[in-house]
């Protein structure tokens, strides 16, 4: 083998590839990602815009990477991102069919030329057309694909691989394993299983590998594929990571399907391709080939991917999502009046003391990194809660006093979706002296949600009016501070803002427990009175 053409082969072949990507997705724009807001919502459409986005991109990866950020980002759950990931794996068969049909069939090296000039001109005096240049560099692309391919089937002339040097028959199973090796091996070194497959099929066009060895390669890439979305989740989020991890056990789930049938795959492959009246050579079988690897992967995970889902979701728990997950609320009281009450009676607290102790931190610590991390939990909880609320509305009537119960939680809710904006930065910590440290401690005190069954209102309403008599005092002296001249007016603004955003808090925080004691007086007469 020409050692020389085989590395500018790849390296042509390559660098198609990544130009063809590049251009073909800036060509289309807002398109892919429009696609992914109207496609995404089952998991058929799902499967369906991860096809066409990688057969438009010609690039697995970059749709698999593309998924991590939308899932990062919030754009796409993990049940949608996954789908469309799966059908990237099919997607990106298509690059074996143009190696195949096109490819390896006619001498491309003349047909590449032209393509690469034309491109690079179109590219060149696109202007400020954007879409327009990235055609032009998707055309030049294409042409050197077809160059690289040449390039390749001239590197493999005359050349063979084989095991029998090792002792070891290439068609055995130990032999096919090290063939499934080898492809996942020069995928990784790649980062391309389009690159692998490519190389692949022109080896057996040209008669250096035999087609089941071939088809064993073709396997190792389908694993070794998943590796930049691996490397893509290793800094990412907890359901990024869910997300890789699910395109990893897709991949093995269809590499042991296939692997452990090869025959099989390999006949049906050619008698469709004999029904259709299409060639049935090895390149044409092996593209066909590598479709239905795929396509058999998403056979076999379509009846798994409830339980698979379920299991993913609880790994790599974040801080946030740990926040998140109910403790008090399942699918099984859904259905019970008064079960579904007490549970959202006993979450609506949890929230509510979270909420608070989220205020408390920032008040006594000031704005701190971790802060955005437990504020997306708590609210992603209170998010939990109401859709258990709506959920429970439409199982059954509610009893009476859960009826009378609910209304009061879920103002509670409210309240505590309040608490997590405030308060606003701290003001100049030498403002108001020793009454700017009372009222601090008179919100504190505000701030705490007493165990249950010893809270009562006048407990609340006493703790809050004392932080409001805190404020008027710390107002005045703001106010004396301003008429004398002892203060510039925006200092004194920051000051007030802050102190009435504080005096908000009481009130907020006393309206919570109120509706927490109305809502166990109706829930547990004798343990709590309602608001007024």
Request: net charge neutral; hydrophobic share 55%; proline share 4%.
């Amino acid at each position: 083998m020409d050692i020389a053409a085989f590395l500018g082969g790849i390296g042509l072949f390559l660098l198609g590839m990544s130009m063809m990507t590049d251009g073909l997705r800036l060509a289309a724009g807002p398109t892919l990602k429009s696609i992914l807001g109207r496609w995404t919502r089952t998991a058929g459409r799902g499967l369906v815009a991860g096809a066409v986005i990688t057969a438009i991109v010609q690039s697995s990866s970059a749709t698999s990477v593309s998924m991590l950020g939308f899932v990062n980002a919030g754009f796409l759950s993990l049940q949608q991102a996954v789908w469309v990931v799966f059908g990237a794996h099919v997607g990106t068969t298509t690059t074996g069919w143009l190696v195949a049909i096109a490819g390896v069939r006619f001498s491309m090296t003349g047909f590449g030329l032209p393509l690469i000039g034309l491109g690079m001109l179109v590219q060149l005096f696109s202007g400020d057309r954007p879409r327009l240049a990235g055609l032009g560099r998707a055309v030049a692309g294409f042409g050197a694909f077809f160059m690289g391919i040449g390039i390749l089937q001239s590197a493999f002339a005359g050349f063979g691989f084989s095991t029998g040097a090792l002792g070891v028959d290439e068609d055995s199973v130990v032999g096919l394993f090290a063939f499934m090796i080898s492809g996942i091996v020069l995928t990784l070194m790649t980062q391309s299983a389009s690159a692998t497959v490519a190389i692949t099929l022109t080896a057996v066009s040209s008669g250096a590998v035999s087609l089941a060895p071939a088809a064993a390669i073709i396997v190792g890439a389908n694993i070794g594929m998943t590796s930049p979305a691996v490397i893509a989740a290793l800094g990412a989020t907890a359901a990024a990571r869910r997300t890789a991890l699910s395109e990893v056990l897709f991949s093995l789930i269809a590499a042991l399907a296939a692997f452990c049938m090869l025959p099989l795959y390999l006949w049906v492959c050619a008698e469709a391709l004999k029904w259709t009246g299409l060639p049935d050579d090895g390149v044409m079988v092996l593209a066909a080939f590598h479709t239905l690897l795929n396509l058999m992967g998403v056979v076999l995970i379509w009846p798994l991917a409830p339980l698979l889902f379920k299991v993913i979701s609880r790994l790599f728990v974040s801080a946030e999502e740990e926040l998140a997950r109910p403790q008090f609320l399942d699918a099984t009281i859904v259905g019970v009046s008064d079960l579904a009450a007490s549970g959202l009676y006993h979450e609506t607290r949890r929230a509510l003391r979270l909420s608070m102790e989220f205020a408390r931190d920032r008040l006594e610590a000031g704005p701190v990194r971790p802060a955005a991390t437990r504020r997306r939990g708590i609210r992603l909880l209170l998010e939990e809660i109401r859709g258990f609320v709506d959920t429970a509305m439409t199982a059954q009537p509610f009893s009476d006093a859960a009826a009378h119960a609910i209304p009061e939680l879920v103002r509670a809710l409210q309240h505590g979706e309040e608490l997590l904006a405030l308060p606003p930065e701290t003001p100049d910590p030498a403002l108001g002296g020793p009454l700017r440290q009372a009222l601090v401690d008179a919100v504190l005190a505000c701030l705490v949600l007493p165990a249950e069954g010893e809270d009562r209102p006048e407990i609340a309403l006493a703790a809050q009016k004392s932080a409001e008599s805190a404020y008027d005092a710390f107002k005045h002296l703001l106010l004396q501070e301003l008429a004398h001249r002892l203060s510039s007016v925006e200092r004194i603004d920051q000051g007030l803002a802050w102190a009435q955003a504080l005096k908000r808090i009481s009130y907020v925080t006393t309206r919570s427990r109120l509706r927490i004691l109305a809502a166990a007086a109706y829930l547990k007469p004798g343990e709590g009175q309602a608001a007024g």
